[in-house]
């Protein structure tokens, strides 16, 4: 080869990596102060305060748990502050950030790179995704900028994060895509970007953006034994934000949909016993009575391989499918029983996620009849049915709330499908367990009750007033 198609060889691939063509390497930026001049004025910091009560009952003085009133509170009402980040996609004042920034917030303070601050009010949250959309009412249009397609994010792109760590302010983070598709027990709808870039405590809610300016994963968690940055941090991916915000700003809530079965992945052995050579697909545990599987002959023991036309990698790709399909539509399933393939149709059904902070309907359901009202809670023994319904392991003990009485105590601090596994530090498991032990404890009607309750293997300590 003459040193002269060399040379035309080399400056093809140098116009190629300069367009940025499909599947062509790009070089290295030479720096990133242009995109954040353009950015940065998109990207807010976001303050909240809350008003909350003691989170547990004094301990006597001079008793040996004296100590301990330091750690979980004095009892009296007090103000808890808290920071992150926010981008804003519409001019008109609309701001996405995550839900557990905003989460059970009095006031939500909004503030621009140019100091000014805004009131904002919650459009809409959804706490399955860790996704909130904020609205402020600005005097004139805000910069903003645009979603891009996190699909077409790839292991060892240029990310560049920008936000507010630890209350400092517009800060920025260069880095990589680590990884993609990313489980990290957060949620059933994980599917996080991992990047490397520095992302720590008020970085949440903030936008993590591409080498177009594009904002491609919601800066959300990171990985760390020593509570700061160490190099894996994870985003939601915009895609699943492009899903989620127009439902939120629209509803307020996001609707899913509901198939009706509990599944899991299956090994390289299971899979050889369906007649795969490699493990693919979810196996179903077990099936919703009345609910559209069972429908449709899905039989606990079936391997779903497939859901209207797209394969099925593992459990939480059929999750994931189901929950994006509209409430309504007739897809094909296709399944393994034994090993013979088969196909059917089901209509997805609506999934029956309560809402925290909305005022919950009473029980219908047959187990829940058998419950009782307390401490503005509507208490249920566990079953199989609200096991299911709320996704509870099976080694979950205690009360079920299926209920929260709205301006009660307990609607600020209990969630629907939460279990009380302890009252005033004793077991409970069935509703004349709870009335014993609130009828010894409520000696004075402003006394609080302490709880134990298990929040999806979370133990959380709560104190609530009669």
């Not at 008109?92 to 009010?121: R, Y």
């Not at 249009?141 to 760590?165: E, H, Y």
């Not at 800066?219 to 989620?244: C, D």
Request: proline share 6%; no cysteine.
């Amino acid at each position: 080869m003459t040193v002269l198609r060399i040379k035309e060889l080399a400056l093809a691939l140098l116009a190629l990596m300069l367009a940025g063509a499909p599947g062509a390497l790009r070089a290295a930026p030479d720096g990133f102060a242009e995109l954040a001049r353009r950015l940065s004025p998109a990207v807010v910091n976001i303050s909240t305060s809350q008003k909350v009560e003691g989170d547990l009952p004094l301990f006597p003085k001079g008793s040996p748990l004296e100590r301990f009133n330091d750690t979980f509170g004095n009892g009296r009402p007090r103000t808890e502050n808290s920071l992150g980040s926010g981008f804003v996609i519409d001019a008109k004042g609309i701001i996405v950030t995550n839900d557990h920034v905003i989460k059970d917030a009095d006031k939500i303070s909004v503030t621009f790179p140019d100091g000014t601050t805004l009131d904002a009010e919650v459009a809409g949250h959804d706490a399955a995704t860790d996704l909130a959309v904020l609205r402020v009412h600005p005097q004139a249009p805000l910069p903003f900028v645009k979603l891009g397609d996190s699909d077409t994010a790839r292991p060892g792109d240029w990310v560049l994060a920008i936000g507010n760590p630890f209350g400092l302010g517009g800060s920025l983070s260069a880095g990589i895509v680590s990884a993609r598709n990313r489980d990290i027990q957060a949620g059933r709808y994980d599917d996080f970007i991992q990047t490397d870039a520095a992302i720590n405590k008020g970085n949440s809610g903030g936008p993590l953006f591409n080498m177009d300016g594009e904002v491609i994963g919601v800066n959300s968690a990171i990985l760390s034994p020593s509570g700061g940055s160490v190099g894996i941090g994870f985003a939601i991916p915009s895609n699943l934000v492009s899903h989620v915000v127009p439902q939120l700003l629209r509803d307020g809530h996001v609707s899913r949909g509901w198939l009706g079965v509990r599944v899991q992945s299956v090994s390289a052995e299971v899979a050889r016993t369906f007649g795969l050579d490699k493990p693919q697909g979810a196996i179903v545990l077990s099936v919703a009575d009345g609910g559209p599987a069972q429908a449709a002959g899905i039989e606990t023991g079936d391997l779903i391989t497939a859901f209207d036309g797209q394969p099925i990698v593992n459990s939480r790709t059929l999750t994931r499918l189901v929950a994006d399909s509209p409430v309504g539509k007739t897809v094909r399933v296709r399944y393994i029983r034994g090993k013979q393939a088969h196909d059917t149709r089901v209509t997805i059904a609506r999934l029956a996620e309560e809402d925290a902070d909305a005022p919950a309907a009473r029980p219908k359901s047959a187990a829940s009849a058998r419950g009782a009202r307390m401490l503005g809670m509507h208490l249920a023994p566990l079953s199989d049915a609200l096991r299911r319904r709320y996704n509870l392991a099976s080694d979950v003990s205690g009360l079920v709330v299926t209920a929260v009485e709205p301006g009660t105590d307990a609607a600020a601090k209990i969630r629907v499908g939460d279990v009380i596994a302890e009252i005033g530090w004793q077991k409970v498991s069935s509703i004349e367990e709870a009335r014993a032990r609130l009828a010894s404890l409520q000696t004075k009607p402003d006394v609080p009750v302490a709880l134990l309750v298990n929040r999806h293997g979370q133990l959380l300590p709560r104190a609530l007033r009669p």
